[in-house]
């Protein structure tokens, strides 16, 4: 939903999708749609189960070859969402039948069969998408009639910008703050809100030209207008397209493509291959006999032929087009997940006009180039195995490497599930001397069952990396997978561990946690492929030892953070007011309540407050205002705290504000101070009849009864109660407000009731004389417990207070719980990327053949890339990367002088520094009387001794930094790796 927003999900909730064709990439299209919430999927497909479909089709097991496809994964895909029909259709496919579907999907069909499919849905109106997986190529095509609407051509929320002057002039010139560019085109259409003085061009649309990244025009005279005096927003507008779609018939002789998936040319000569194929299809009834030589020829001589009279121009790589000829009848789960992905969101687009459509071919080479094996057909033979599919294509030989790698999947949430499933299903790690090893920390939760298809509602709150590895083992019963609930850091994870893996994936969805295992991966020379999706879009970057550079070579940026002081007096956004309610939450229902039950429970807290003077202070507050101040007896005195919050809240602080900082204000240099990104607040006045005002109410108020275990009545009128609190008149006081991130910070004690804190202190109570409280941990799932429903009414008030534009529950739920938007559409197709590229690195492919992605498939844009060479140091003549390193390993710990002079008797390196982690365990600056100490000292013991940590008992190896010169010049070496125990 986060991504499509309601409206699509209102319309794919209404639509009616026909699928035929059950293999696995029919099974992939039907797992996502079903995940995805469309109201109903009739599955179509006549075949039997054989043991090539066990390669891509992850609901088929052995006991299912012989048996109709059907009956192995109708009742599965029902388990997968409840509230989407799936029913069953075996009988002939007319254009009556047909009628009752709003979009029909035709999996591996023959071109003659899609002909004549495409034209039935033509005339019903029934939008058509066909898709095919034919060994290392796969094929798109899309038909959704003429004048299909797109509402939304990209799915980008519009940039809301701040207007921070309007001239008095024809045309006006506009400009925005320049804390974010507006990023318009000339042509956009924009609406301006909110704006101070020339407030006619509020709530008007207006074309604009572009006359710099914070400036623009818009066809208006102002000058005979009220001058401008402040704030305004500007918000572009999103405008609907119509687009033609033609007949199959047509396409197939005179095709189009989308512009961002691929060099038109290489498209084009896919297209001949295309056409090719499906001529030698209808003609035999089979794809080309696997690796034959004479048949693939015989497939590149139609594809010239077709090129001779479509693209005469072109080009054609005959040999690619060769070894694509000799696998099409392969069966590969990667391209199930790649084409299952793309395709099922052209279904998508097709029922709700949300993003822009395939129009209408696309081709897709994985970029493998299969072993030669027309002198060992053997080995390409079916053997009555669930790899039989992924056999024809590579081989036996290399069937069993994949068995015996050893993979560790970091991360078990929506990419980590369908990692386990392809890997279950390309055999990896699925024998004794194989291993998928994978962990994660968190549980299942709701939310998490419409993407992560692994899980079922009987799996809430279990560990995800548990119920992920029984789930994935079910598809494969060899799978040789071992579950972990720890972090990536722990002790599970040690030396020997990264030792033993031949790769690592990642499945994660934070950035320190992704460096971490990048700088293991550089660490033990391993490689990674490193994954992420956001909505519509998604990643895949290979780090391959000493060819590639690593993911923290170009890392994604740190996450913007919020000043402090926007946070706490001039936010603008309503990303700062959610921030703002999201931690008044915390503090109010978490922080204190857990501040007074430390102070009941422990002797020795208030102690221990001493070493933390910045926060001794608002501690003590904490616990006298939840045990002394303000200790409800009743649901009343709950309402009364809480129509107090609102009136501190929503009218004293701005009081307070604007009596520090009246309208009229102008700073030191004379300019106003109500202007920019200060946006001058309101006070609310409290409305017993306001929605808003009420629902603040109700959810403070039943937060403090949970903190302090009062039971809310049935039936309670809040409202009445609140609108029966006195309010006593607040009275604007002397008090500092901060105004620049920078700036000072006063005295704590100048921010409380003036108190020092023993004064504090001396008014707390008896721990014996107060009971423990209930401390309420943010949890955004549970729709039940008024969580959301606070943070949305007090980010909507103080929104209300600042003139900012206020949101629903679902878009604030999805910024104070930090949800990352994701469809299973994109996890589904980046994993199947993923794949191709373990493909190539089980190999031993070099650098050239390897590629990061790039997808959005809003647009639809697929571009991929060669990885980035690491970059190259040199000191002397030798020349190194951050692949290399000095590994140190004498069979004894040395001390440090001897370390010291290893160094300059083997590298010539003249060391002046060396450290471990921040700790300097050497330095030739530093006391002579400590140096000469521990230079007769063990490695190991110095480094103890300095970090005042213990090092573990099973750890053999030190990683140490050293600074150095070499001819007396100081230079960059590689860090060291230094082996201290042998036992």
């Not at 999927?41 to 066990?54: I, Q, S």
């Not at 034919?134 to 809301?160: H, I, M, N, Q, Y």
């Not at 129009?359 to 009555?384: K, M, T, W, Y």
């Not at 197709?829 to 492919?845: D, P």
Request: aromatic share 10%; net charge negative; proline share 5%.
């Amino acid at each position: 939903m986060y991504v499509v927003g309601v409206d699509a999900m209102r319309r794919m909730s209404t639509t009616r999708v026909l699928l035929s064709g059950l293999g696995g990439l029919g099974c992939e299209i039907a797992k996502n749609l079903i995940l995805s919430g469309v109201a109903s999927v009739t599955l179509h497909d006549v075949e039997v189960a054989k043991w090539e479909d066990l390669s891509s089709n992850f609901f088929l097991g052995e006991e299912d070859v012989g048996k109709s496809r059907t009956d192995g994964c109708l009742s599965k895909l029902r388990d997968l969402n409840q509230y989407v029909e799936v029913t069953l259709y075996q009988g002939e496919l007319t254009a009556e039948f047909l009628q009752h579907f709003q979009v029909a999907i035709f999996v591996n069909r023959s071109s003659s069969e899609l002909v004549h499919l495409n034209a039935l849905c033509r005339e019903k109106g029934v939008h058509f998408v066909a898709a095919e997986s034919r060994g290392l190529f796969g094929s798109l095509f899309c038909d959704f009639g003429c004048g299909f609407k797109v509402a939304d051509a990209d799915g980008e929320e519009p940039v809301t910008c701040l207007v921070t002057s309007v001239t008095a002039s024809n045309p006006a010139a506009l400009t925005v703050h320049d804390e974010n560019r507006h990023n318009l085109e000339d042509g956009v259409e924009v609406m301006l809100s909110d704006i101070e003085g020339p407030a006619s061009l509020n709530g008007r649309t207006w074309s604009v030209k572009v006359t710099g990244p914070f400036t623009f025009t818009i066809p208006v005279d102002t000058s005979a207008m009220p001058a401008y005096v402040r704030g305004g927003f500007v918000k572009p507008l999103k405008s609907s397209v119509t687009v033609d779609f033609y007949p199959l018939s047509e396409q197939l002789r005179a095709p189009s493509f989308p512009s961002d998936v691929g060099e038109l040319r290489i498209q084009q000569q896919l297209h001949c291959f295309y056409r090719a194929l499906h001529s030698f299809l209808d003609e035999y009834g089979r794809p080309p006999a696997p690796h034959l030589e004479s048949e693939a020829v015989e497939v590149v001589n139609r594809a010239l032929d077709f090129q001779s009279r479509e693209f005469p121009q072109l080009p054609l790589d005959t040999e690619r087009l060769k070894s694509l000829a000799k696998v099409a009848g392969g069966n590969l789960n990667p391209m199930a997940a790649f084409l299952g992905g793309m395709a099922s969101q052209e279904v998508l687009k097709a029922c709700t006009g949300k993003f822009t459509p395939v129009q209408q071919f696309f081709h897709f080479d994985s970029g493998l180039v299969p072993p030669d094996l027309s002198q060992s057909l053997h080995q390409v033979q079916p053997q009555g195995s669930r790899y039989d599919g992924q056999l024809l294509v590579f081989g036996a030989d290399f069937q069993k490497k994949l068995e015996c790698q050893k993979n560790f999947v970091v991360g078990a949430g929506a990419l980590g599930c369908e990692l386990l499933k392809n890997f279950a299903l390309m055999g990896i790690g699925c024998s004794p001397e194989g291993l998928v090893a994978v962990t994660d920390m968190d549980t299942i939760e709701k939310s998490n069952l419409s993407r992560q298809f692994l899980f079922r509602a009987h799996h809430i709150r279990k560990e995800k990396s548990l119920v992920a590895a029984q789930q994935a083992r079910l598809m494969n019963p060899r799978l040789n997978v071992k579950a972990f609930t720890d972090k990536v850091e722990a002790e599970p994870f040690d030396d020997d561990f990264w030792d033993s893996l031949d790769g690592v994936t990642n499945a994660l969805d934070n950035v320190q946690a992704r460096l971490y295992v990048d700088s293991k991966c550089v660490y033990h020379r391993k490689p990674l492929v490193d994954s992420g999706t956001l909505g519509t879009k998604g990643n895949v970057q290979v780090v391959c030892p000493y060819q590639s550079e690593s993911y923290a070579s170009s890392r994604d940026p740190p996450e913007k953070q919020i000043p402090v002081c926007t946070l706490k007096n001039f936010p603008n956004a309503i990303e700062h007011t959610i921030q703002w309610a999201r931690d008044s939450f915390e503090g109010l229902f978490c922080q204190a309540p857990a501040d007074a039950n430390n102070f009941l429970k422990n002797p020795e807290f208030l102690k221990s407050l001493e070493r933390d003077p910045a926060n001794r202070i608002s501690t003590l507050e904490n616990i006298l205002e939840a045990l002394v101040r303000n200790t409800p007896k009743s649901i009343d005195d709950c309402v009364a705290w809480a129509r107090f919050k609102f009136e501190e809240y929503f009218n004293q602080q701005i009081e307070q504000m604007l009596y520090n900082f009246p309208l009229g204000s102008v700073t030191s240099s004379g300019e106003k101070f109500w202007s920019g990104p200060k946006r001058p607040p309101t006070p609310l006045k409290f409305d017993s009849s306001d929605n808003t005002h009420v629902e603040f109410i109700r959810a403070a108020t039943c937060l403090r009864a949970q903190n302090y275990n009062i039971t809310v009545p049935d039936g309670f009128d809040f409202a009445k109660q609140a609108q029966m609190v006195e309010v006593p008149v607040f009275v604007p006081r002397k008090a500092h407000i901060q105004v620049e991130e920078k700036e000072e910070k006063p005295e704590t004690r100048a921010l409380t009731h003036g108190q020092s804190a023993q004064e504090l202190m001396g008014q707390l109570p008896q721990p014996r004389d107060c009971k423990l409280l209930s401390v309420i941990e943010f949890e955004k799932d549970d729709d039940t417990n008024f969580h959301i429903d606070f943070i949305t009414a007090c980010s909507n008030l103080r929104a209300r207070n600042y003139k900012i534009p206020e949101v629903d529950r679902s878009k604030t739920k999805q910024i104070a719980g930090k949800i990352i938007p994701a469809m299973v559409t994109t996890t589904a197709l980046v994993t199947g990327l993923v794949c191709f590229e373990w493909y190539k690195l089980i190999q031993g492919k070099e650098l050239a053949e390897l590629r990061n992605s790039f997808v959005n498939l809003a647009i639809p844009l697929v571009a991929s890339s060669e990885p980035l060479a690491p970059a190259v140091l040199e000191y002397g003549d030798v020349k190194w990367s951050l692949w290399d390193r000095f590994d140190v390993d004498v069979g004894r710990d040395m001390t440090l002088q001897e370390f010291i002079d290893y160094f300059e008797e083997k590298h010539r390196l003249e060391i002046s520094m060396v450290s471990c982690g921040p700790a300097i365990i050497y330095s030739f600056f530093g006391a002579k009387d400590k140096l000469r100490q521990r230079l007769v000292k063990p490695v190991s013991e110095v480094v103890q001794e300095i970090t005042k940590t213990e090092l573990p008992a099973n750890q053999k190896y030190i990683n140490l930094e050293i600074c150095c010169a070499f001819d007396g010049d100081d230079v960059d070496v590689p860090s060291v790796r230094y082996r201290f125990r042998y036992s």
